[in-house]
């Protein structure tokens, strides 16, 4: 299978600016390429497949669940503060007196309340905020905990502030209001240490009031040098994860976005930068979440460089913490992009597998993991700044003359302003609308993992194929990968 990217021509420029260029079509089969800069109006994400026959028959005998949004536009543009500063982000969530709770934050400082603090009109947000560093005091407050940089421990915390918050304020508050309660648990650099810097962060709340609370929970990694590097980035994607949450429903939306305001990076060991790694939601607007399509928004859009699925009991495949999952086990990983799935990728496991038993000195039997390579599914880091991303959407929400959330043929034919010759532009038309008639406007901006979107469609077929092995999968974009054949222990 082969991929066509719209993009543009590349001209020399100015630093940090975007030029306006006519499209072309790019075509690439098997590495990733460096664009650039993408004009504003490239359909940076949206790719057609050769072999789109096959996968269409796959899609109609499969059956997974999917929360298809067939106007996120329409909510993303509601998002004025995307791209903004987290002061921004802060004083509008400020503004809203009827969104109200607290902040419990344990390691790297008090970030997130300390941007909601200093951003003006906290009082019509911070009920209080909390910092119980010393884990006795940390155990008064939330009871007794084995680790402390945990989930358990989080949503030790994240339950107990919620509940005061409920018991002490709902009666003066009003049944209008919606309370939350934020909360971090974080290991982070520490003196004359070489641990791995990791935590968790979550948030509970009500999407409307007198809803059943909702949580969010997301795992992290730092790979910043210091402390103070460290909190900030904790006090951008917490501020990032209260805006989204209060402003949106779509949990892939949430997802896409929790990064805004922080570099991006394929760089080996993170890139001094935050990944999250993790990340679950629960509650009523998140009835049909599928965390394997979750997962590709952590790929594709680089907010993680590996990702762990891990099939249950009755075959469904769901997030897992690599810290844990990887804890002590000699692991197997054999990478591939799985186009298709053979016999061969079961049996070099297995001959791999029955080569490290024969060497013994191994405690646990080996772990095998298929590492999903998805890079074709990807595009270049400059493609996926929020500004950038942002502008693309208002210029292909500007062409969706009828507001109907779909592009003509005639509308395409005006985005792409002639750039591309009459034939070039049915052809791609055709394959970016699966030969109907229209383009969902969602699925151009890459923000929809429907049956109308390309690259999630490709992903889930690919998934499902190889999830009949039933093995651990480690999905990762081809840069971020390490040797074949590696021992944790």
Partial sequence: MELAFVAPRLVSAPVGTVPSLPWRRVTKADSQIELGSATLATAATACALSAKANRRWLRKSRRHSVRVRRCAVEELRKMVHLGGTPAEKALAVNLDDKFYGSFAEIGAGQEVSRTFLQAGAAAGTVARSISA????????????????????????????????????????????????????????????????????????????????????????????????????????????????????????????????????????????????????????????????????RLIQLRIANGVILQPDSNGNYKMAVPNNFLYKCPVIVERSRFKPVTFMHTEVLEATERKLRSEGGEDKPPLSVMNLQIDDLTVPVSWQETKVRLDRMKEIYAADTYRDGKLSMEEFTALVDGSLSQEETRSIFNELSMGGDSISVDALMNITNGDDSVLASDFIDRMELLQELNYPILLSNIKRTGTCYLRLV
């Avoid at 971090?184 to 948030?203: H, M, P, Q």
């Fill in 133 to 296: 560093y010393d884990m006795k005091m940390s155990d008064v407050n939330y009871g007794q905990a084995k680790r402390y940089v945990t989930r358990e421990r989080l949503e030790q915390m994240l339950n107990t502030e919620y509940d005061l918050v409920e018991k002490t304020l709902r009666k003066q508050r009003g049944d209008d209001a919606c309370f939350f309660a934020f909360a971090t648990t974080v290991a982070a650099k520490a003196y004359n240490s070489d641990r791995e810097c990791e935590g968790w962060v979550g948030l509970t709340y009500q999407s409307k009031p007198g809803e059943e609370r909702s949580t969010v929970i997301l795992h992290i990694r730092m790979s910043q040098p210091t402390a103070q590097l460290q909190g900030e980035a904790i006090g951008v994607l917490g501020t990032n994860l209260i805006y989204l949450c209060k402003g949106l429903s779509d949990p892939y939306l949430i997802t896409s976005f929790l990064l805004d305001g922080m570099a991006l990076s394929d760089e080996p060991g993170g890139g001094g930068r935050i990944e999250v790694d993790y990340v679950d939601f629960k509650g009523p607007p998140f009835q049909s979440v599928d965390p394997r399509l979750l997962a590709f």
